[in-house]
């Protein structure tokens, strides 16, 4: 993957996770709460918040748990998505 594209992938990888955690937090609900109730574990879910996959790679999460944390969540994915 070239430099900027990377670079760009980690910012927005970020934000996404910064956006699922503002959205949890407005909800009042623990990152076990969101997990649980999105089918995938919390190990996943924290690594999602923090905007990596495994040490040193983005996160590149599935549109499935996307949409599942979006409904749990209770936002539109678009929302999510939007994270600048």
């Known amino acids: 993957m070239e430099d900027w594209i990377e670079t760009e992938?980690?910012?927005?990888?970020r934000?996404?996770?910064?956006?699922?955690q503002r959205?949890?937090?407005k909800r009042g609900y623990s990152q076990a709460t969101v997990?649980?109730?999105a089918g995938i574990s919390i190990y996943t879910y924290r690594k999602l918040e923090h905007?990596?996959?495994n040490p040193g790679y983005?996160?590149?999460?599935r549109?499935?748990?996307l949409v599942a944390l979006c409904r749990v969540l209770e936002i539109p994915?678009?929302?999510l998505l939007e994270a600048s």
């Open 9 to 13: 992938w980690i910012h927005y990888a």
């Open 15 to 20: 934000e996404l996770g910064l956006s699922l």
């Open 23 to 25: 959205a949890r937090n």
């Open 35 to 37: 997990a649980g109730r």
């Open 51 to 53: 905007g990596i996959s």
């Open 58 to 61: 983005p996160a590149n999460p």
């Open 63 to 65: 549109l499935r748990t």
């Open 77 to 79: 994915l678009r929302e």
